[in-house]
């Protein structure tokens, strides 16, 4: 396929399922990981997984991978729209109050572009 006819292709594809724009970083995260990474079917399996059981605590058994797993999380919803990230200038955590106060050290965010 030419790159033309491939163009022409991809502007099909948007025009049958829709220009969707987002500048939430989670859509991003979760529609690059289904593309690239893992079946929807999976994805939305985690998700009503986790979505029944919201708001209830959950005790894990790797506290090494949950405490990643806690840093990505806050990180991706961290992201401001505008692309800039908040972040300890102490001790470059990310992990803040609603304050912007550090979790870790007690010091105030800055933010970082």
Not at 20 to 39: A, E, I, N, Q
Request: charged share 30%; with cysteine; net charge negative.
């Amino acid at each position: 396929m030419s790159q033309k006819d491939n163009q022409k292709f991809t502007d099909q594809l948007r025009d049958d399922s829709g220009h969707v724009k987002s500048k939430d970083p989670l859509v991003g995260f979760l529609y690059t990981l289904m593309r690239d990474h893992l079946p929807t079917g999976t994805v939305e399996q985690l998700v009503q997984e986790t979505q029944y059981g919201k708001n209830k605590e959950c005790l894990y058994t790797n506290g090494w991978l949950a405490e990643y797993a806690e840093n990505l999380a806050q990180r991706i919803s961290q992201v401001p729209t505008d692309q800039k990230y908040i972040v300890c200038p102490s001790c470059n955590d990310t992990k803040l109050d609603d304050g912007g106060r550090c979790y870790d050290c007690n010091d105030y965010a800055l933010d970082r572009d």
